[in-house]
Nanobody, 121 residues
Framework: QVQLVESGGGLVQPGGSLRLSCAAS????????MGWFRQAPGKEREFVAV????????FYADSVKGRFTISRDNAKKTVYLQMNSLIPEDTAVYYC??????????????WGQGTQVTVSS
C-alpha cells in the first residue's frame, strides 16, 4: 500500500504561482511513476504531468507545457508541481497519483485526496 498526501493548494490571482507537494509513504513499488491530474467541476479528470522515479523523465499536457514543472525528491519521497502563470482555466482539484508512466488515470494504482487550486481575481 502507498499513501499519498497532497498540499499547497489555495487561492491565487491570475498570473500568480503555486507549488503543490505530494508526499508518499507506505510499502509499494519504488519504481512507480508519479503523476498529477486535475478535475474541474462538471468535467472529467484530466492528465497534467508525470515523472518517472528512475531518470526523472517528465511529460506534460499541452495545456500546461511551459507553465508547470514537475519534479521529485527521491530522498523525501515527495513530488512537486510548480505552477506559474496561472489562469482561471487551471482552477480544479489537483490529485497526485502513483502508477505507470502514462497519461491515463486508469493506469494509476494509488491516489491522494486532492487539493483545491482556485485562480481568480
Amino acid at each position: 500500500q502507498v499513501q499519498l498526501v497532497e498540499s499547497g493548494g489555495g487561492l491565487v490571482q491570475p498570473g500568480g504561482s503555486l507549488r503543490l507537494s505530494c508526499a508518499a509513504s507506505g510499502r509499494g513499488n519504488s519504481n512507480y511513476a508519479m503523476g498529477w491530474f486535475r478535475q474541474a467541476p462538471g468535467k472529467e479528470r484530466e492528465f497534467v504531468a508525470v515523472i518517472t522515479w528512475i531518470g526523472a523523465v517528465a511529460f506534460y499536457a499541452d495545456s500546461v507545457k511551459g507553465r508547470f514543472t514537475i519534479s521529485r525528491d527521491n530522498a523525501k519521497k515527495t513530488v512537486y508541481l510548480q505552477m506559474n502563470s496561472l489562469i482561471p482555466e487551471d482552477t480544479a482539484v489537483y490529485y497526485c497519483a502513483a502508477g505507470k508512466p502514462t497519461i491515463k488515470y486508469s493506469d494509476y494504482d494509488y491516489w491522494g485526496q486532492g487539493t483545491q487550486v482556485t485562480v481568480s481575481s
